[in-house]
Nanobody, 122 residues
Framework: VQLVESGGGSVQPGGSLRLSCATS????????IGWFRQAPGKEREGVSC????????YYAPFVKGRFTISKDSEKNTVYLQMNSLKPEDTAVYYC????????????????WGQGTQVTVSS
């Protein structure tokens, strides 16, 4: 099982980034794929998740209206479009694969990516 994140980087406040999570080694269509983030000195927190089978989604309140999660089932890849970024969005973002949105919100995660750094600073 592999989850490989890309797309992180540094951006000014108000800017945008798109994270990608390329997956392999498991039944993509039967899982929920999402993102967590962890800022220095803080606990890891859920950001957004998509149930691949029916495209239902979850967004944490602090990203609603700014972030959009999507999928490409042909590429077994999930994307997180992040707009209107704020300094408080600075964190390492981790891709996560689990069985359902409920498992995601309960932080029951069998598979993790290695993380990608997002820095929002002027």
């Amino acid at each position: 099982v592999q989850l490989v994140e890309s797309g992180g980087g540094s951006v000014q406040p108000g800017g945008s980034l798109r994270l990608s999570c390329a997956t392999s080694g498991f039944g993509f269509n039967y899982y929920a794929i999402g993102w967590f983030r962890q800022a220095p000195g803080k606990e890891r927190e859920g950001v957004s998740c998509i149930q691949i089978s029916d495209s239902s989604t979850y967004y944490a309140p602090f990203v609603k209206g700014r972030f959009t999660i999507s999928k490409d089932s042909e590429k077994n890849t999930v994307y997180l479009q992040m707009n209107s970024l704020k300094p408080e969005d600075t964190a390492v973002y981790y891709c996560a694969a689990t069985h359902s949105l409920e498992y995601y919100t309960d932080a029951i995660i069998p598979y993790w990516g290695q993380g990608t750094q997002v820095t929002v600073s002027s």
